[in-house]
Every structure is written in structure tokens, then in C-alpha cells.
């Protein structure tokens, strides 16, 4: 009897041919080289979309000028009630140092009684209100950038019954500090060195018992 067909090998390989491997078949691909495109950085002229310049403001193209009347009636929103930290910076101001900023909305001093963080920069805070609003829970106060006197700024601490930390940074008005503070642990300041404003050059720490930090920001 004849002998009948033989089988073919698996995968549909001919005789005389491995079957495929395995592993080959699940190799992942090399990995990319120098020339390869995932490396290949893209040209400015093909990014979709290229860096502003130093300096320049990052949303001057990107949204809207949100002005300083529609910052005022969001804070005045309800929402808003019993706030705690605030964070306010005029970034509108571009360059140099003013030599006169303009004043935060009337609005953010509404949070005085409550507030126990405030952040205030680049801007000016006048004496008549900054002198008259206590702030009977703050305990982190920072001045970035702050245009203000030196009244008013003795004033705005001593209205801080239970300040811990204190930061002067870059603000200009006034060239003497002195504290007096039963509560502060931490003070920190930077002076501003722009001549054609008045700036810090002393401070005085008359009392403050509790005082652990003093830090002198270059």
C-alpha cells in the first residue's frame, strides 16, 4: 500500500521550514536612536505654539483683560462669605517697580474679620484703610510689591493680634520697621532696591518674645 500524504507542519510552513518564533513575533521594536523622529526635536517654525519672551505678560494673547470691576464683584459673591485665604496679586503691573501701584479692590478687605492667611502684591494700600481694619484672626501675613507707609504698616501689624508670620518682601514706603508683637514667630524680609522709591534700610525688633525666625531675603 502506498504510503498515504504526509501533514503538513503547523502554521502553514512547507516542509523543511521552522515555524515562525515566537519570541521574534513578540519582539518589541528597537529602541529610537538619535536620528530616529520620536527624538527629533521640532523646528520653531513647525511648533504650534511658541514661548512668549521674558517679560511678557503670558495671557496678554491668550484671554481676555480681566478688570479690576469684575475682580471687585466676584469678591463681593456670597460664595465668597467667610473666607480664610486670600491671595492677591494686580498682575497687570509689568516691568520696573511703579512708583505708585494701584489699590486693590475695596472688596478684599471685607474678608478682615475672617482672614488667617492674606498674600497682598503689587499693589498700593492706602493709609485710610489700611490703618483703620483690624484683623483679628490673621496668622500669616505676606507684602510683596506693596506700596505702602510706614504708619500704615505698624498699624496693619499691630491690628494682627495673633500674626506668627510676617513677610516683607520688595515693598517700598516706608524705611523703618519696628516690632512690637507678643505673637510673631517668623519674620522675613527683602528690601527693594529701586532708588527712585523709598525703601527699607532698618529694622527694629523692640519686642516680640516669641520670636524664633528671622530670615533676610536677598
Known amino acids: 500500500m502506498p504510503p498515504g500524504p504526509k501533514p503538513s507542519p503547523p502554521g502553514g510552513a512547507t516542509s523543511g521550514t521552522p515555524p515562525p518564533s ?12 538619535r536620528s530616529s523622529p520620536a527624538m527629533k526635536r521640532p523646528s520653531p517654525a513647525s511648533s504650534p505654539a511658541s514661548s512668549p519672551p521674558i517679560g511678557a505678560p503670558a495671557t496678554a494673547s491668550a484671554s481676555p483683560l480681566v478688570t479690576s470691576t469684575t475682580v471687585d464683584a466676584w469678591l463681593r459673591s456670597s460664595a465668597l462669605d467667610n473666607l480664610e485665604e486670600l491671595d492677591f496679586c494686580d498682575n497687570r503691573i509689568y516691568g520696573p517697580v511703579m512708583l505708585q501701584p494701584p489699590p486693590p479692590p475695596g472688596s478684599i478687605f471685607r474678608f478682615s474679620s475672617c482672614l488667617r492667611v492674606a498674600t497682598v502684591s503689587q499693589c498700593y494700600l492706602p493709609d485710610g484703610i489700611a490703618q483703620s481694619l483690624p484683623f ?60 527712585e522709591v523709598t525703601s527699607l534700610v532698618e529694622l527694629i525688633i523692640e519686642d516680640a518674645p516669641c520670636l524664633e525666625r528671622f530670615l533676610y531675603l536677598r
Not at 515566537?22 to 536612536?33: D, I, V, Y
Not at 505676606?142 to 508670620?165: F, K, N, R
Request: glycine residues 6%; proline residues 8%; contains cysteine.
Open 136 to 195: 483679628p484672626q490673621l496668622n500669616k501675613l505676606a507684602l510683596q510689591q506693596v506700596s505702602i507707609s510706614e504708619g500704615s504698616l505698624h498699624s496693619m501689624i499691630t491690628g494682627c493680634p495673633v500674626l506668627e508670620c510676617l513677610l516683607l518682601n520688595k515693598s517700598f514706603g516706608f524705611c523703618c520697621v519696628r516690632i512690637n508683637s507678643a505673637s510673631l514667630r517668623s519674620i522675613g524680609v527683602g528690601a527693594q532696591y529701586n532708588q
Open 22 to 33: 515566537t519570541s521574534t513575533a513578540l519582539a518589541s521594536p528597537p529602541p529610537p536612536t
